[in-house]
Structures are given as structure tokens and as C-alpha cells.
């Protein structure tokens, strides 16, 4: 007989694991079903999809681990501080990030024991079903469930031509194991993977050299805050990073790994020992079983659904990576809890205006809502205020000063369009302009909230206030 449950959640991500916790928290009987191990040593299935086990968590664990040691180097002098000479143990350094992947992926199986969640280990696939219960097949194990929220996430793209075998060329998961720090490191994608990627090897002794097909930096980002990041990585950091290029072949051999692209209409050879591939992601809906139960997709293999991620069919939910807007585990956590709330008749919510983006390089970018060339385009009539870090005692007394905090606002209204951060933090003050766009705030109301001294978040203050043209520190 097939095991019963309201509400199953296919995939154990971000999206999924949130989706399932708040939907038992609903008193919904809830399963979720995963099935990687992420080279579990005990081969058993880690919950948290690729961002805890192979993406955002072990990343921010290196990068955080080679800005100590950047610091060391190269930081800690202007403080008064000698180190003398400093070395890196890769292998420590590896250790460490996994110890903290172990940590918190084994936590969300406390919590779904706590919420009462059903783990199902292995892969989910639709089977059939219909308005009155859909059935899935897991890993042999005929299930049911009322409600299916599919959260089954991405993959990294892989370019043809250019086999990723994770130790020469690598995606984002072998890029995370290196066991030694290689003398020259090439980077296929200026993303947002390829430069916090690029940017841990960079500061740990590589020789880094990115290659961009577009022919912009940045370009979803805010073209002042863009313009910044481009003096920072590139002249302080020495990060060489060539836009506009083709590549041709790339091929491995006993000197290591050759790169042949064009740029412009000259071309090159690029010699690295490793190669990170990082040009994007797609989506994981193969082998989910949508053609057997008519779940559609969109043109790019996405589930098609509507604002509040419901597709085609009843009862069958999808959040996270696998549908439309931005990949970001946040997104698709919020997206989780929405629609666990929706099943149950509540009003579930996702502002997609207000979702913020953050890239964990040194300086760190974050952004939420419009940037100036967007609200140009759309001929929005703004006013902007900027404020730069340098002009801030905090930045100044920790010695980091680069980058500034932008402010666009309705020239009519006041109301926040957007926000735009490049300087240390960020990722910690951009929370405060989402807060304020969330609840429709102006630029005044962030003007008039009192701000504690001496602290980073002055500089979100004097950014309002230069919105009005009356700053009072600089």
C-alpha cells in the first residue's frame, strides 16, 4: 500500500526543506524526498541542496578562510601589526568548510524530526494522479499526496566541448576541494560564482585569469556599483578578468590546460593548471516525470508557474531554482514558506520587488529593486543619493574604506526604487533598505530613523539624506 501524506515535497534544498518544516508546522502530514549524498562518507542523503552542501555556505567558509589570511599578509600592517611569514594549510582550510556543510545539513534533520517531517531517501518522480491525490514514485516506493511542491533546484551548466571531470576543470563543487592552491587558476564566467570563486583562490597565491563572454561587467548590477567593482577586483586585486570573449576549444595535457578564445578580433591562448567553469545554472526537472502527468515548462526547462508558484496542475506546486526569477536559495526559502501557506488558506507572500541579490567578494555587493539604468530605460523620473564609505568612522577605524552606499528614490513620491551597496558588509546593510521596501518606505522615513554611532549603517543614513541633497557628513 502507498504511503499517504498531504503534503510531499520533492527535493531537499533551501526551498524544499523550508516548505516542508512550515508545512508540518501547519499540521499538514508532510514528506520530504532527496536524493544526494554530496559524497556523504557514510553515503547517507544530506538535506540542503546545493547551496549548504556545494554552493553558498562551503563558499562563504573559504572565503571567509582566505580573507584571514589576505589580512594576515597583507591587512593587518596598517594596524601596527607584523606576522612575519605566513603559510596556508589547504587541507585544514577544506576541513573546515566541510566540518561546517557536516554541521548544518545534519541540523535540518533535527529539524525535521522535531516538526515532524518524513524523510523519504531517494529520487521523487510523478507517476500520475490527479485533483484528488498525485502519485510518485520514490526510489521504487509508491507515495501519495494531496499537494506536491516540487523544489528540485539547478545544476551547473556545462559548456559543450569542455568535459568537467572536477579536478582539472571544475564546476562550483570542485572548485570547493582543491587540496592545493594552484599557481594559475583560469575561470570560465565573471558571475557571481566565478568572482567569489576566483576571488578565494586570488587571495590564497593563484595566478587568477577570468574570461567573460559578455561584453559588460556586471551588467545586472548597478553600473556605478559595477564601475567600482571593476577598479577594485582589477587594479587593487589584481584579478584579470577579459570581457567580450569566444571560446573555442580547451584542451588538457601534460603542461596543464590550454583555453583558445577570441577577444575582439585577435587570438589567444590561455594556459592554467585549473579551470572553474561558471556560466550559469539549469534547472533540475529531468527524470521528475512531467510528461507523464502533463506538467509544463517553460522554453528554458523551468516549471511554468504563476505568481504564487502554482503550475499547470492542481495541487502541484514549485519554488527555488526550478522556476523563474533569480536563483537564490532566499528566494526559494521564501517561496517554500508562501506556498505551505497558501495550502493552508492563508495569505502567503514573496515580494519579488523587494528579493536582494549579494556577491560575497572583498568588497562585498548587495543590492535590492531598480538599478539607475533600469529606471532610465522605463523613463521613472529618480532622485539619487551616494555617500562613500570613506567618509564613515566606522569604515575608517576598521580600514575599510572602499566602494559607497546609492540610494534611488521616486522623484514624485520618495518612495525607495532601489538600493545599491559596494563596500564592506553590505550583505548585512542592504537588509535594512529591503526592509524599508517592503513596507513602501521613502527615503525621508529612512532619513528620520536614528541611527547608532559609530556604526556602518550611518553611511544608509547619509545616503537618504544626500537623496535631498542635504547630507551632513560629507
Not at 25 to 32: D, I, P, V, Y
Not at 231 to 257: A, E, H, M, P
Not at 457 to 465: C, G, K, R, T
Request: glycine letters at 12%; a negative charge; proline letters at 3%.
Amino acid at each position: 500500500m502507498a504511503k499517504q501524506f498531504d503534503v510531499l515535497v520533492i527535493g531537499g534544498g533551501p526551498g524544499g526543506y523550508v516548505a516542508a518544516i512550515r508545512a508540518a508546522q501547519l499540521g499538514f502530514n508532510t514528506a520530504c524526498c532527496e536524493s544526494e549524498s554530496y559524497d556523504d562518507p557514510k553515503g547517507e542523503v544530506r538535506l540542503g541542496g546545493t547551496c549548504l552542501n556545494v554552493g553558498c555556505i562551503p563558499s562563504k567558509a573559504l572565503l571567509q578562510s582566505s580573507e584571514h589570511f589576505d589580512n594576515a599578509r597583507h591587512g593587518f600592517v596598517m594596524h601596527g601589526i607584523s606576522t612575519g611569514d605566513v603559510a596556508i594549510d589547504v587541507k585544514t582550510m577544506v576541513k573546515r568548510k566541510d566540518n561546517i556543510v557536516t554541521q548544518l545539513t545534519g541540523g535540518i534533520k533535527g529539524l525535521f524530526k522535531k516538526n515532524k517531517v518524513t524523510l523519504l531517501p531517494g529520487h521523487g518522480k510523478f507517476t500520475g494522479g490527479g485533483e484528488d491525490g498525485w502519485e510518485v514514485d520514490v526510489a521504487g516506493e509508491a507515495v501519495t499526496a494531496k499537494h506536491v511542491i516540487v523544489a528540485t533546484g539547478s545544476r551547473p551548466r556545462h559548456l559543450d566541448g569542455i568535459p568537467v571531470d572536477n579536478k582539472l576543470i571544475c564546476d562550483n563543487a570542485g572548485a570547493l576541494a582543491f587540496d592545493a592552491v594552484p599557481k594559475r587558476l583560469g575561470v570560465i564566467g565573471a558571475g557571481v560564482i566565478g568572482l567569489e570563486l576566483g576571488s578565494v583562490w586570488k587571495r590564497l597565491g593563484a595566478e587568477v585569469t577570468i574570461l567573460e563572454a559578455l561584453p559588460e561587467f556586471l551588467a545586472a548590477a548597478d553600473a556605478a556599483v559595477a564601475k567600482e567593482a571593476w577598479k577594485v577586483f582589477t587594479k587593487k586585486q589584481g584579478l584579470d578578468i577579459r570581457l567580450g570573449v569566444k571560446i573555442n576549444k580547451v584542451t588538457t595535457g601534460k603542461k596543464g590546460i590550454a583555453i583558445e578564445y577570441e577577444m575582439g578580433d585577435e587570438s589567444h591562448v590561455l594556459e592554467c593548471d585549473k579551470l572553474i567553469v561558471s556560466v550559469g545554472r539549469v534547472p533540475n526537472t529531468d527524470g521528475l516525470g512531467c510528461e507523464a502527468v502533463g506538467l509544463q515548462l517553460d522554453e528554458r526547462g523551468r516549471i511554468d508557474v504563476d505568481d504564487h508558484c502554482r503550475s499547470n496542475l492542481p495541487n502541484v506546486w514549485a519554488v527555488g531554482d526550478v522556476v523563474r526569477g533569480p536563483m537564490l536559495a532566499h528566494k526559494g526559502m521564501e517561496e517554500g514558506v508562501m506556498v505551505a501557506e497558501l495550502i493552508a488558506g492563508q495569505a502567503g507572500h514573496c515580494n519579488y520587488d523587494a528579493v536582494p541579490w549579494v556577491i560575497y567578494t572583498h568588497p562585498e555587493i548587495a543590492w535590492v529593486g531598480k538599478t539607475e539604468q533600469q529606471l532610465k530605460s522605463a523613463g521613472i523620473e529618480y532622485r539619487a543619493g551616494q555617500i562613500p564609505f570613506s567618509a564613515n568612522g566606522r569604515a575608517l577605524g576598521q580600514g575599510e574604506t572602499s566602494g559607497f552606499i546609492k540610494m534611488l528614490a521616486d522623484a514624485k513620491t520618495d518612495r525607495i526604487l532601489g538600493v545599491h551597496v559596494i563596500g564592506t558588509n553590505a550583505s548585512e546593510l542592504i537588509s535594512e533598505a529591503v526592509v524599508a521596501m517592503e513596507f513602501h518606505a521613502s527615503s525621508e522615513d529612512i532619513a528620520r530613523i536614528v541611527h547608532a554611532h559609530p556604526t556602518l549603517s550611518e553611511v544608509m543614513h547619509e545616503a537618504a539624506l544626500s537623496v535631498d541633497k542635504r547630507p551632513l557628513h560629507f
